[in-house]
Nanobody, 121 residues
Framework: QVQLVESGGGLVQAGGSLRLSCAASGNIFRINAMGWYRQAPGKQRELVAVQGGGWINYADSVKGRFTISRDTAKNTMYLQMNSLKPEDTAAYYC????????????????WGQGTQVTVSS
């Protein structure tokens, strides 16, 4: 089993920055791919960024503003979010899987509880 715990969400003004963290524990040596997804009220969960096996993929809406990274020594994944916009407001979820890096969120096995990001205009 793998446990994921997100932190770092909050309220920020448009144009501001936040850094989300996802701490992994358990059988983490089996994890290959990790990523961030988000879900706004009334909308479907959508990709933010995924990484694994040397491959990184960002949603078009966050390219150039968000950066995904992973510190294997700390068993932690990060999402640096800059130039935040009101449309970035959502619950952000950390996800992990044992297989290759994919975009489809339904293929991720492990999920955190989510952290809320609210961007005011």
């Amino acid at each position: 089993q793998v446990q994921l715990v997100e932190s770092g969400g909050g309220l920020v003004q448009a144009g501001g920055s936040l850094r989300l963290s996802c701490a992994a524990s358990g059988n983490i040596f089996r994890i290959n791919a990790m990523g961030w997804y988000r879900q706004a009220p009334g909308k479907q969960r959508e990709l933010v960024a995924v990484q694994g096996g040397g491959w990184i993929n960002y949603a078009d809406s966050v390219k150039g503003r968000f950066t995904i990274s992973r510190d294997t020594a700390k068993n932690t994944m990060y999402l640096q979010m800059n130039s935040l916009k009101p449309e970035d407001t959502a619950a952000y979820y950390c996800a992990a899987r044992l297989g290759g890096t994919v975009i489809d969120s339904t293929l991720y096995t492990y999920w955190g509880q989510g952290t809320q990001v609210t961007v005011s205009s």
